[in-house]
């Protein structure tokens, strides 16, 4: 092993039935660094962790660690924490109804019972000296994401990790929260301990980590410095290819000519149990979008039009007719599809196939009593796979078992088989790859300009829904304080109106 290396993986391979994960990949790790983990989704990276930490048994390679002597197997992620590798994923696997304290030390205590005094002085100690705002004795359900997820971090710590493996844990956080977790991971780093920080978001990339290991389709691109590798250059090697759709997808608003279309749907003073009251309409093949900080009330106004928040006031209208949206299955039937915000919790059904995850909506608006044959479920899979470029073993395959990105295209591909005049798109791209990405912002703009399709579509990324949108709709404080069109379509307008400097729009 050699000086300062913490971790090193070569010859990675791992196969699934018709599919190579890994194609012998290298890995290595140093101590006191921030590795970036980069790829599009499928690209093989949450494999990789998986063999590290003993949830997948590799078929070839070896794994040698610092300390360890020769190679190591790790059978288990238990075997893998006791060996010095932790994990932190996205979503948090601690406990919201136990103090910050038990969390913790939960599973880590010996004997029947709990020495409460010392547990709590322990905690108070490692959370001082980490620099968590948390007290040992609060809930951990009262503390905001981006403090839970520290406090997952300090339990890894806590078992003294030599590898801390960060899985997108920032992608539900604010400007503010994110600043909090890379001033740990910076104290982390100047301990020694190697971190490999897997994450979607560039700029973030470039602002933390010292290198950076690409994988594409299962294969090793590179290692690199990241003070030496330009942005586009790590989105070419990403890709595999050019830019060249984000530069299509970027000049679509200057082909945007022509008489405007009729109002699809138009909303006044609609409201709901998480929604105050609104206006809002949309035109017949129109893309536009809501955008504004987290907690500004975005989600909750897409919620609202399609009634999966019970619906409180307002008068909605559908090409001109009076028409009332009390309820997810009523707004199906009057043509309103909606992908929601967290794909994982109210998107996909983790464990039917594929098939059964994209005609689910359609099934739905026909009755679970007048079921469609096999025949026709196959059909209509197979036809969207195919349409969508869906990365799947066949359409009987477990949606939970597929990627992030594959999963998104699997949700639009349930929508789109309904047919909507009128598609809700709530944060389509978040935590997927940059190629999935681009391929969701065209196919939006494929729909609404050679289908006629509406298309509400809410990013975090300003530069996408600039890229996107030919309207926004900015909020703040869950009201409308700003509508954005033609030239006032710019990152510094959006940001100037977020502010307050924007005029005002009483609801």
């Known amino acids: 092993m050699e000086n300062g290396i913490v971790l090193t993986m070569r010859g990675i391979s791992i196969s699934f039935p018709g599919v190579k994960a890994l194609d012998h990949v290298d890995f290595t790790l140093r101590q006191g660094e921030i590795h970036a983990l ?34 190591v197997n790790i059978h288990s992620p238990q075997e893998a924490q006791k060996l010095g590798i932790s ?51 609060q809930m951990l359900g009262t503390c905001s994401l981006a403090v839970q997820q520290m406090v997952a971090i300090a339990r890894a710590v806590d078992t003294q990790c030599k590898v801390l493996i960060l899985d997108e844990p920032t992608s539900s956080l604010d400007e503010k929260e994110v600043e909090m977790l890379f001033k740990l991971m910076r104290d982390l780093k100047a301990r020694g301990v190697g971190i490999i920080f897997v994450t979607h978001f560039l700029e973030q990339v470039y602002e933390v980590s010292d290198r950076i290991t690409v994988l594409r389709n299962g294969e090793l691109v590179g290692e690199f410095e990241t003070a030496s590798l330009p942005q586009v250059e790590l989105v070419s090697k990403m890709m595999g290819k050019e830019l060249e759709g984000l530069k299509e997808v970027a000049q679509h608003h200057e082909a945007e000519e022509g008489a405007e ?37 975005r989600s909750e106004c897409v919620r609202a039009i399609f009634a999966a928040d019970r619906v409180t006031g307002g008068k909605v209208e559908m090409e001109g007719k009076p028409v009332r949206i009390n309820s997810p299955i009523r707004a199906m039937k009057n043509g309103i599809g909606y992908l929601p915000e967290d794909r994982k919790r109210d998107g996909i059904i983790a464990d039917l196939s594929v098939r059964e995850n994209i005609i689910l909506a359609l099934q739905v608006m026909k009755g679970f009593f007048r079921p469609f044959s096999r025949k026709q479920a196959e059909a209509f899979a197979d036809e969207y796979i195919k349409a969508l470029d869906i990365k799947t073993a066949s359409s009987d395959t477990p949606v939970g078992s597929l990627s992030g ?27 997927i790859d940059i190629g999935t990405k681009t391929e969701i912002q065209r196919l939006v703009l494929k729909l609404s300009q050679e ?32 509508e954005l069109t033609g030239d006032q379509l710019t990152q510094s307008h959006v940001m100037h109106t977020i502010a307050g400097g924007g005029q005002e729009h009483a609801n």
């Open 405 to 431: 990105g594959n999963q998104q295209k699997v949700i639009l591909a349930r929508w789109l088989l309904t047919h909507p005049q009128y598609l809700i798109l709530d944060e389509p791209t978040r935590g």
């Open 451 to 482: 289908e006629g399709m509406s298309i509400t579509f809410i990013s975090s990324e300003i530069e996408e829904m600039l890229r996107t949108c030919s309207r926004l709709i900015v909020m703040r404080d869950r009201h409308v304080v700003g």
């Open 38 to 71: 980069m790829g599009e989704n499928g690209a093989g990276k949450s494999t990789l962790i998986k063999v590290l930490t003993g949830v997948y048994a590799k078929d070839e390679g070896t794994i040698e660690l610092e300390g360890v002597p020769g190679t």
């Open 261 to 297: 279309e009729p109002v699809l749907y138009k909303a006044e003073s609609l409201s709901s149990s998480e929604a105050k009251p609104f206006n809002f309409n949309i035109r017949k093949g129109e893309v536009n979008g809501f955008t504004g900080l987290l907690g500004s009330g």
């Open 87 to 137: 994990t932190v994923y996205q979503e948090i696997t601690l406990c919201p109804n136990l103090s910050v304290a038990e969390n913790l030390y939960i599973g880590r205590r010996e004997g029947i019972s709990v020495p409460w005094r010392k547990m709590f002085k322990d905690a108070g100690v490692l959370l001082d000296s980490l620099g968590i705002p948390a007290r040992p004795k």
